[in-house]
């Protein structure tokens, strides 16, 4: 066994025990948290196909971003858990087929004598001073410009609306426009007035 | 030499040689680093000090010796902090409320990886080099938001969601300012961007000059990044408390080893991809001046880093509101209106900073 395939299996361990923990754990906050620990496993596998964009991209955004939100969101909320595990058994024939339907799928695809990984045929190595960076830039700006630009097009429409549904301006609220409180100088607010202290009385 | 002097424990451990050596370099790059943060903390005493006119620490020394007056300080304060009580909360999540500071910590250290310290010095020569920096920055406001949360105190917990929401909305602005390295430099990998800042006129083709907004945002983004002066919201003590008030002892020590190696983090990758890195300020045709090395990247992170204490000791701490207002509606229409400029600069006769 080599180093690499050494570090192939911990990290799968690692992903699938997490993965599991993520549905699995009590409380939302360690589901959470687990999750944070599969993607940084995920990462750590797609780097080691040569996808290293991919899998730091996956780091930068998923987990620098999206789920440091996701965990403000779950830290704030006071989740009832049993609420949640209310009616699990009656779930369960339903979300059991849709597993089941899904694991069936992917195992005729992935193992099946039909489609299976072997009969596609493996990539070419990459020659040398191949950077799947510049390779992911060049065809995302030349060859998939329009879509590229439709989905940031969609993107900057979800932030507008986002920020249209919350923004609002509160009634009672002590704002003060920075600006305003930029341009204060010392003569508009306080006044030295001249006061010769108490003479005594001769 | 080296090779020689290699060869035998390479014999010796067979298989498991690759990763002992990667563990021996890894501790050469951490090892002076530690040394480096113990003895900034005793450099930013000092210079206040100085800047206050007064004298700053200069009693504690080693073995009675009286001219090393101040230097055992660093060593004082790191040995009382690891003999103190560590006391955890009650009702406090005991594993999480360990875990924050390393958590705080590591990607710190973790991004030591891809810094180029001259042109054959470096651990990982990556080829998205600033990408996984990016990542590894992102990742540090995890110690923050599991420090407060792990607490089980409102006040902690409200601190850590200040913090937070601090860094990461910091952390746009660094992006962008990063995005217009890159295009200058034509690459991620941070060798290249530094080779890409060389050439006949010295310290005016280092990219500090055509990226001049984008290096000062990144330098005040850094400052904000790391929780330092003006931006310290979360140790102001005079209004709020911030994330780690439920820490004390080696824990509360190892956040402020992630906020000194953070700092030092930002002074070296601004060195590198606005200051020229390892080149000389001089031009190459200079001759011993105009050689880069180990040496120039060091002086530039110390007067970086110089700065950031500079930016204690002068300005007074921002207010959360203002502190997001700069954030989002100074630094981001800044890098953005920058980056297109720059990308119209590169198109022109005029841009030459690059062949």
Known sequence: ???????????????????LRVITARNPVHAALFLVLAFCTAAGLWIQLEAEFLGIALVLVYVGAVMVLFLFVVMMLDINIEKLREGFWSYLPVGATVALLMVAEMALVLTGPWFGLEDAPRPPAAPAGYSNTKELGRLLYTDYVY???????????????????????????????????????????????????????? | MLDSLLAYPQALLGPLWPVVWTLVKIMLIVAPLMLCVAYLTLWERKLIGYMQIRKGPNRVTFFGIRWLGGWAQPIADGLKLLVKE??????????????????????????????????????????????????????????????????????????????????????????????????????????????????SAGAFGWFWLPLFPLFITYLISGVAESNRAPFDVAEGESEIVGFHVEYSGMTFAVFSLAEYSAMILISTLTSIMFLGG??????????????????????????????????????????YDQIMRLGWKVFIPVTLVWIVVLGAWMQTPLWIWWK
Do not use: C
Request: cysteine-free; aromatic content about 14%; charged content about 10%.
């Open chain 1, 1 to 19: 066994m080599t180093f690499q395939q050494l570090i192939f299996w911990f990290f799968s361990a690692v992903l699938i025990f997490a993965a």
């Open chain 2, 278 to 319: 390892w080149l000389s300020p001089f031009p190459v045709s200079w001759g011993l001046l105009g050689t880069g090395g180990f040496g120039w990247l060091f002086a530039k992170i110390f007067f970086v880093a110089s700065m950031f204490l500079w930016f204690r000791a002068t300005f007074p701490r921002y207010r």
């Open chain 1, 147 to 202: 879509p590229f630009e439709l989905a940031a097009v969609i993107l900057l429409v979800a932030i507008v609306a986002a920020i249209a549904l919350t923004l609002r301006r509160r009634k009672h609220g002590k704002y003060i426009n920075p600006g305003d409180q930029v341009q204060v100088r010392r003569n508009d607010r306080l006044k030295i007035i001249s006061m010769p202290a108490e003479k005594k009385g001769d």
């Open chain 2, 86 to 199: 560590v006391i955890i909360p009650a009702g406090s999540n005991k594993f999480l409320f360990v875990l924050a500071p390393v958590l705080a910590l590591g990607p710190a250290l973790a991004a030591w990886a891809v810094i180029p310290f001259s042109p054959e010095l470096i651990l990982s020569n990556i080829d998205a080099g600033l990408l996984y920096l990016m990542a590894m920055t992102s990742l540090g406001v995890y110690g923050i938001i599991i420090a407060g949360w792990a607490s089980n105190s409102k006040y902690a917990f409200l601190g850590s969601l200040r913090s937070a929401a601090q860094i990461v909305s910091y952390e746009i602005a660094m992006g962008f300012s990063l995005v217009g390295v890159l295009m200058a430099a034509q690459s991620l990998n941070l060798a290249e961007i530094v080779k890409a800042q060389q050439n």
